[in-house]
């Protein structure tokens, strides 16, 4: 039985409410430009009370389980040589929930469940994130002062974001071609870094409306920066520029923004409706209207 309960189509862009596999599953082969997302971190939070939300797996192997069946299908509908991108970050450790107090290595983690099925592992870049508001948010035993005074063997750093890339084996048919001006050195230099310093953590949709609080612990989008500087740096304008984590629109929404077809999937309805209203908002905004 389908789950895309709803679909909003215009000429700029697609969003469909429901799963992303059966959402990709309806995608031609090798028709994906590219891809970029901020996947479910497995159950380190919590969406939706729906069974097809990855985010509501029991465990790590039941995430990949799922996992890879989204990499399957987008394994098949990008273009050859083309990529995706996934924000992801290292998981702390629970005593109670892993029986130790440290990380896991969750971006190594989708690097290898997309390597086993063909991917090239492309690019990382680490993205810096204040530690003391990392502390104040999560009051992670790791951060705290005090921990100082107990045993500083327990204090470690922040855990900065990552976007994570790999590229679709293959000749790429349609190249990716900058000018000078359209892509001067220094800006290649700043997108080139590996440790982005420079991103602004409330540069974000808004968010607020999308809360239903009789299922969710968590609602945390994705900056926009470094899905512009993903989008202009592979792929061109016109291209498709898929999102399978739609959430309230971070993604179609900078992708309309920079001259890209936006298409993505949302399976849960509140943010699938602020999505829509964060999209056409930024297109209102783009063409001078708002």
């Given at each position: 039985?389908?789950?895309?309960?709803?679909?909003?189509?215009?000429?700029?862009?697609?969003?469909?409410?429901?799963?992303?596999?059966?959402?990709?599953?309806?995608m031609p082969d090798n028709s994906l430009h590219y891809s970029i997302s901020s996947p479910p971190f497995?159950?380190?939070?919590?969406?939706?009370?729906?069974?097809?939300?990855?985010?509501?797996?029991?465990?790590?192997?039941?995430?990949?389980?799922?996992?890879?069946?989204?990499?399957?299908?987008?394994?098949?509908?990008?273009?050859?040589?083309?990529?995706?991108?996934?924000?992801?970050?290292?998981?702390?450790?629970?005593?109670?929930?892993?029986?130790?107090?440290?990380?896991?290595?969750?971006?190594?983690?989708?690097?290898?469940?997309?390597?086993?099925?063909?991917?090239?592992?492309?690019?990382?870049?680490?993205?810096?994130?204040?530690?003391?508001?990392?502390?104040?948010?999560?009051?992670?035993?790791?951060?705290?002062?005090?921990?100082?005074?107990?045993?500083?063997?327990?204090?470690?750093?922040?855990?900065?974001?990552?976007?994570?890339?790999?590229?679709?084996?293959?000749?790429?048919?349609?190249?990716?071609?900058?000018?000078?001006?359209?892509?001067?050195?220094?800006?290649?230099?700043?997108?080139?870094?590996?440790?982005?310093?420079?991103?602004?953590?409330?540069?974000?949709?808004?968010?607020?409306?999308?809360?239903?609080?009789?299922?969710?612990?968590?609602?945390?989008?994705?900056?926009?920066?470094?899905?512009?500087?993903?989008?202009?740096?592979?792929?061109?304008?016109?291209?498709?520029?898929?999102?399978?984590?739609?959430?309230?629109?971070?993604?179609?929404?900078t992708a309309v923004q920079k001259g890209r077809k936006g298409v993505g999937a949302e399976l849960k309805t509140s943010y699938y409706k602020q999505a829509i209203k964060n999209?056409?908002?930024?297109?209102?905004?783009?063409?001078?209207?708002?």
């Amino acid at each position: 039985m389908s789950q895309v309960i709803d679909q909003h189509i215009t000429d700029d862009y697609a969003i469909y409410n429901g799963d992303c596999i059966e959402v990709l599953k309806g995608m031609p082969d090798n028709s994906l430009h590219y891809s970029i997302s901020s996947p479910p971190f497995e159950s380190l939070y919590t969406y939706s009370n729906s069974d097809r939300d990855m985010g509501n797996s029991a465990s790590s192997d039941e995430f990949f389980d799922h996992f890879k069946f989204l990499l399957k299908e987008l394994y098949r509908a990008l273009m050859p040589g083309r990529m995706f991108s996934m924000h992801c970050m290292a998981l702390p450790t629970s005593k109670a929930r892993d029986g130790f107090i440290g990380l896991r290595d969750f971006p190594g983690e989708i690097i290898r469940a997309a390597q086993e099925l063909g991917f090239i592992y492309h690019s990382e870049v680490v993205i810096w994130k204040d530690p003391v508001t990392a502390m104040q948010r999560t009051k992670a035993i790791g951060l705290l002062h005090k921990q100082l005074k107990k045993d500083s063997c327990i204090s470690r750093n922040g855990i900065p974001d990552k976007i994570v890339t790999l590229r679709k084996p293959g000749d790429n048919p349609e190249r990716v071609e900058h000018t000078n001006e359209s892509f001067p050195v220094h800006v290649l230099q700043q997108y080139a870094s590996p440790v982005w310093m420079d991103i602004d953590p409330s540069d974000t949709l808004q968010f607020r409306a999308a809360r239903e609080s009789d299922d969710e612990r968590h609602i945390c989008p994705l900056q926009l920066e470094p899905v512009r500087r993903c989008i202009d740096l592979w792929s061109n304008p016109g291209d498709t520029v898929f999102t399978p984590f739609a959430g309230i629109g971070t993604e179609i929404f900078t992708a309309v923004q920079k001259g890209r077809k936006g298409v993505g999937a949302e399976l849960k309805t509140s943010y699938y409706k602020q999505a829509i209203k964060n999209i056409d908002a930024g297109l209102l905004e783009s063409k001078g209207l708002f």
